[in-house]
Structure formats: C-alpha cells, structure tokens
C-alpha cells in the first residue's frame, strides 16, 4: 500500500529563477509537478519526503530556449494497491450498480455482484444506499468499508481499482455518525 522509494524527475527552469534560492525553488517546483501524480510503475506520489542537496544534478542548458533543465533524485511516499490487498475506504456514491469508495486519491469501484448475497438486491433508492436483508447493514455515502482490491488500471494519470467485500471479515465497518458504540 504505502511505501518509500528514490524517483527521479527532470525539473526545467527559466532563467529568470536562477539566484541564491535556486535550490528551494527546484524542490518547490518538484513537489508541485509530482505530488498526486499517478505514476504508471509505482503509483500515486502522497508526498516528496526529501532532496539532498548532492542528489539534483548541474542543469543543462536548451540552446533553443535558454530554459536549463535540472534532473533530481528525491525520495517519495508512494500509495500502490496491490492485487488482494485488504483496504478501509470511506464511500462516496452508491448506485444501483454498486458503490465508489477512496482511499486517499485512490478511487475504487465495489460491483453489486462483489458483495455477500444477503446485499445483492438491496439497493434502496430513496437512502441511496445498499441495505442487507436483515436491515443491520447500511452502506451509504460517508461509511467506512474494508474491502479486497480484486483488481486495478492504469490510466493517463489516474489509478482506479475495483474490489469485494465478500469475505469474511470484509464490509461495513464504520457507520459515518462518527459516534461510538458502548
């Protein structure tokens, strides 16, 4: 799910940025361009978590433009799911299909067929919610669900999964009141 890993980038810059703060403003622009971005083999970069000073190369210089173009080595938090990996996502719509949940940017699709049979036909329109047939379980927008990712794409920038809650132990785990039972 969440792991560290060393990236590159290749920052490009106007002279117009290049002064005493040179560096502040590569690892500004570095955060700005990769911070949320799918990235295709590792996932969605949460956070840049560091860039030593040793780690962003001389630039080079674009003779066409004057822009001069900077490679940087950073260290990242990454966000990928992986196949079977048991999640807790918070819902956001429920359709008769089925429902969306996330985790962070993650968004992932929960089919009505991926659910217990007590769920399968138990969309109720007017709670816009799926209900079990014994009315105990209620899953709505702003509910916490644990599910298994069953499967994911790759997309131009994006990352989206689908996932069960089939299993055992897997389903409604918070009922978004946010109160306590005791």
């Not at 971005?37 to 003779?63: C, D, M």
């Not at 799926?130 to 790759?154: H, N, P, Q």
Request: glycine share 8%; hydrophobic share 40%.
């Amino acid at each position: 799910m969440f792991y560290v890993k060393e990236l590159e980038h290749e920052i490009v810059l106007e002279p117009i940025h290049f002064g005493p703060k040179l560096r502040s403003t590569i690892v500004r622009l570095l955060k700005e361009e990769v911070e949320g971005l799918a990235l295709a083999n590792f996932g969605f970069v949460v956070n840049v978590i560091e860039v030593k000073e040793e780690q962003i190369r001389s630039g080079i210089i674009e003779y066409d433009s004057g822009d001069v173009v900077f490679y940087v080595k950073y260290t990242a938090l990454l966000l990928r799911p992986f196949i079977n990996e048991v999640l807790d996502a918070t819902v956001s719509i429920c359709s008769e299909l089925g429902f969306f949940a996330f985790v962070g940017p993650l968004r992932i699709f929960v089919s009505k067929h991926s659910m217990p049979e007590d769920m399968m036909n138990g969309f109720d329109r007017d709670k816009d919610a799926w209900v079990s047939d014994d009315k105990e379980v209620v899953i709505s927008a702003g509910c916490g669900v644990r599910l298994r990712i069953k499967g994911r794409t790759v997309e131009q920038g994006n990352i989206s999964a689908i996932a069960s809650i089939k299993d055992n132990y897997l389903g409604l785990i918070d009922d978004g009141s946010g109160e306590t039972e005791e």
